[in-house]
């Protein structure tokens, strides 16, 4: 037993000898195979290489372009927010300005909601009772006449301004001091009638449009707006009057309102029908 497992082992030794001596064989005299194998070999290795580098510099390059995104955001935001912060203050300091100047006792105030979509429109203000302020008084900014308040609570107050058809502004044309009334036909925000203008009088384009001082909310000498077009209404009396108003609804941000308190048996009188 013991001697037929010796010549396994010597049959199996020799047998991998003899294969170790046939491959070194092998090897020696077929180095031209042997090379184009190792090449292909290199080959193959490089172009799996050059692939994964190409999908690694794919993945980085998506990678960098999400991160600079986000950054441009960033930096958009940034810049946005520091060119807005020059308007508004460039804007306060008007507005400071003006009231500084203005012999009105005027409250500075914000706009925080506009309500612009049909023909009765309001803002709000975030002003109110805690500050003084009570229906009836004249808005404005460094510009002109935005409108009056209407409603006030503890801290805010509604405002109907001049782009509303119930809002009637007695007004003048300077100089030639004609008197009429300011409204608003609901069409155009940028464009107010100026009623009650005889076609005697030289009204011409450019002129000012300011408030006469016949109301008890608005005093005199606001600005309104300019004269931006004049036409003769066939067989009237009466000139087609057309203003462009002075301050903007559309980007009117902050306003003053004017604490002059309106007397409230003036206004309920004049508010009487007549007829």
Excluded: C
């Excluded at 011409?204 to 077009?229: M, R, W």
């Amino acid at each position: 037993m013991n001697t037929r497992l010796l010549d396994h082992i010597r049959d199996g030794l020799f047998l991998g000898a003899l294969l170790i001596i046939a491959g070194l064989i092998m090897l020696t005299a077929n180095r031209g195979i042997v090379r184009s194998m190792q090449i292909g070999a290199l080959e193959t290795t490089a172009w799996l290489e050059a692939r994964y580098a190409r999908v690694a510099q794919n993945f980085n390059a998506i990678s960098e372009n999400s991160a600079l995104r986000e950054e441009n955001i960033r930096l958009s935001g940034q810049i946005a927010r520091s060119r807005e912060a020059l308007i508004e203050n460039e804007r306060l300091r008007h507005l400071i300005g003006y009231r500084d100047e203005a012999t009105y006792n005027l409250l500075p105030a914000q706009i925080i909601n506009k309500d612009i979509t049909g023909q009765w429109n309001y803002l709000t203000l975030d002003v109110g009772e805690a500050d003084s302020v009570t229906t009836h008084m004249a808005v404005i900014n460094e510009r002109g006449v935005i409108g009056y308040t209407t409603l006030v609570s503890r801290q805010y107050s509604k405002v109907m301004p001049y782009v509303n058809t119930e809002v009637y502004i007695s007004a003048k044309i300077q100089p030639l001091q004609a008197h009429g009334i300011i409204r608003w036909d609901g069409v155009r925000t940028d464009r107010l009638h100026l009623d009650s203008i005889v076609k005697t009088e030289p009204v011409e384009t450019g002129q000012s449009v300011v408030t006469a001082g016949y109301s008890s909310i608005f005093p005199a000498g606001l600005p309104i707006g300019s004269i931006d077009s004049v036409s003769v209404r066939p067989g009237r009396d009466e000139l087609t009057v057309f203003v462009r108003p002075a301050a903007s609804i559309s980007t009117a941000e902050h306003v003053f309102v004017v604490r002059e308190r309106p007397d409230p048996e003036r206004i309920e009188f004049e508010q009487q029908d007549i007829r």
